[in-house]
């Protein structure tokens, strides 16, 4: 790994946000989070991965992989990230590196892609990702970025983040270290007010955004910049100007909050949108770090009355599910934040939590589940911290869960256990956010616990079911063969 790369990952390793690096000794710290990656199984995972992932939502930018095109998959439709207006972000630009870039290196392929984007899209900015192979042929992404910002005048930004540095979750951070050292504060916004937030962590997936924006808008609150969900890279690159910042899952992009509160001074909380209560509890601390900075404190008020008349409505609609739901049963296999963020939601329904992973959680994750689940006892008897597709089968099989939970990847577990299942990840098609949030999650629930397609798959298949007749009707024979006359 070249010096620069392994200067940055040491000093992502040395977050003073993460509460679970500064309880390690600075040698343990030096050492990382993360367990080396073994060739090849990196797959679907990769650092560069999770730059992508992290930066891609920036709509107006266009997003160059320089590497093989496998790298860069499918764009289009990977993540459910909606967009308010540009499209550029979804279209999929690579250098396609071939064998002969291999030999000769990749740089003037990458120099002549930039120019082709800016002639062809001319976007405000292009985000080059470093990968695996052009990281180990030896191209500088920097040099090159540097060389085509200053001849096309143009931002053009190094993703460092090759595949091989480690995991997706190492590479959100190294991503967000990108717009940290190049993007964030070099532009002013056209004007500010004591009003200003930013919301990091947020990826608009399936237009979660725009449920809390209604909100935010309705106490007089501006999104000075969403980092990165339906973001624009003149919103992000004056980010620096917020009066308060809200993560939205701290695993993913707290160096963001870190080095903003120590370079701008700007104060951040971590919330959650999930569930009527959280999303009250998010609203009050948004307004409370508003009001430390300045802004008129008869926003309290108006944030509680705002709180006031929508958990009353949000309460009235979710009523009659509440009822349908209550004392079912959910297993909840899902990561980080949304492992106490949907618990709380999942309670507010009415419906038991029988189990939830904490595999990618924090300690405060952990801390906020002993708080839902009444006692560390009651929650180190729910906290799974990992659990193999056999183990969840058997728990579905059992019925000791009436649904599960989870991402794309476990949903044929529970389909072959032939219990109801629903995508609470990114590739998921509804938006759960907001008090608008629960309520549509809540329905979701109850249409897949409630469809009338379990009671057909779970019973014997027509062959199955003639054959035991015959079985049971030649046993009979036998049985009458046998008797005596
Ligand atoms: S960057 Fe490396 S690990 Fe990631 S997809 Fe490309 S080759 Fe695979």
Known sequence: MSASLNAKIAEVFDEPGCDKNQGKSEKERKKGCTK??????????????????????????????????????????????????????????????????????GEKRLFKAVREIMEKVNPPAIFVYQTCVTALIGDDIEAVCKRATEKFGLSVIPVNAPGFAGPKNLGNKLGAEALLDHVVGTLEPDFTTPYDINIIGEYNLSGELWQIKPLLDALGVRILS??????????????HRAKANMMVCSKSMINIATKMEKRWGIPYFEGSFYGIGDMSETLREIARLLIQAGADPELKARTEALIAVEEARAWERIRVYRERLAGKKVLLITGGVKSWSVVSALQEAGLEVVGTSVKKSTKEDKDKLKALFGSAEEADAHMIDDMTPRQMYAMLRDAQADIMLSGGRSQFVALKARMPWMDINQERHHAFAGYEGMVTMVEEIDKAL??????EVRKPAPWDAEDSLLKAQSAEQLAAEAAPA
Not at 36 to 49: E, I, R, Y
Not at 59 to 69: C, F, K, S
Not at 229 to 234: I, S, V
Request: aromatic share 8%; net charge negative; charged share 15%.
């Open 226 to 239: 969403c980092i990165s969900g339906d973001g624009r890279y003149k919103e992000v690159a004056s980010a």
């Open 36 to 105: 080396q990656l073994t060739p090849g199984a990196a797959a679907g995972g990769c650092a560069f991965d999770g730059a992508k992932i992290a930066l891609q939502p920036i709509v107006d930018v266009a997003h160059l992989v320089h590497g093989p095109i496998a790298c860069e998959g499918n764009s289009w439709d990977n993540r459910h990230s909606a967009s308010s207006g540009a499209s550029t972000y979804r279209t999929g630009f690579t250098t396609d590196i071939g064998e002969m870039d291999v030999i000769y290196g």
């Open 450 to 455: 409630h469809n009338p397609m379990w009671a």
